[in-house]
T-cell receptor
Framework: GAGVSQSPSNKVTEKGKDVELRCDPI?????LYWYRQSLGQGLEFLIY????????KSGLPSDRFSAERTGGSVSTLTIQRTQQEDSAVYLC????????????FGQGTRLTVV | SQQGEEDPQALSIQEGENATMNCSYKTSINNLQWYRQNSGRGLVHLIL?????REKHSGRLRVTLDTSKKSSSLLITASRAADTASYFC??????????FGEGTQLTVNP
């Protein structure tokens, strides 16, 4: 596609349920990032994938969060047993994995845990 | 605290005025990037300045970088109401992530 696509756009879930957020990066981009943004705040790094290398998971806030990237393309961020503090906008970005290149962001998934 | 920190947190100006936002960071960088965000959704890349560059222009945008002070500024000239948005700096130190600051909320009043 022309840009980074994220789905769903909005997700309301009950506390304790699991959710899956999807990111479809720009074709040819080997680097993929997930960030989280709480209302009025900056972007909190979650995880980074680059090609076939082991992902950098150092930003995941707890073991309830996991992500995978299949076939070097689509990525899924899974949050298990959601809590109210997980409510945020989850942003995905992709880029070419080379020096001095910009990241392209999707429109995000707004997650609300009730 | 964040690698990149923007200043001010909020800025309100009249249309036609210039807007200046600043970003400070802590470690050596490969490049520094500025992004814009409307309505709390996707970010749009504005400009990238490499560590060996001191100034860069793109349309009404001017970015400076002072690596000795570990700081950057974004100047928007002749602002328009449509420039109202949040502006973030992001530092690339190599490795696996862009690190974002908390952002500056710019409001341009018609």
């Amino acid at each position: 596609g022309a840009g980074v696509s994220q789905s769903p756009s909005n997700k309301v879930t009950e506390k304790g349920k699991d959710v899956e957020l999807r990111c479809d990066p720009i074709s040819g981009h080997t680097a993929l990032y997930w960030y989280r943004q709480s209302l009025g705040q900056g972007l909190e790094f979650l995880i980074y994938f680059q090609g076939n290398s082991a992902p950098d998971k150092s930003g995941l806030p707890s073991d309830r969060f996991s992500a995978e990237r299949t076939g070097g393309s689509v990525s899924t961020l899974t949050i298990q047993r959601t809590q109210q503090e997980d409510s945020a906008v989850y942003l995905c970005a992709s880029s070419f994995a080379r020096l001095n290149t910009e990241a392209f962001f999707g429109q995000g998934t707004r997650l609300t845990v009730v | 605290s964040q690698q990149g920190e923007e200043d001010p947190q909020a800025l309100s100006i009249q249309e036609g005025e210039n807007a200046t936002m600043n970003c400070s960071y802590k470690t050596s960088i490969n490049n520094l990037q500025w992004y814009r965000q409307n309505s709390g959704r996707g970010l749009v890349h504005l400009i990238l300045i490499r560590s060996n560059e001191r100034e860069k222009h793109s349309g009404r945008l001017r970015v400076t970088l002072d690596t000795s002070k570990k700081s950057s500024s974004l100047l928007i000239t002749a602002s328009r109401a449509a420039d109202t948005a949040s502006y973030f700096c992001a530092t690339d130190v190599g490795g696996s992530r862009l690190t974002f600051g908390e952002g500056t909320q710019l409001t341009v009043n018609p």
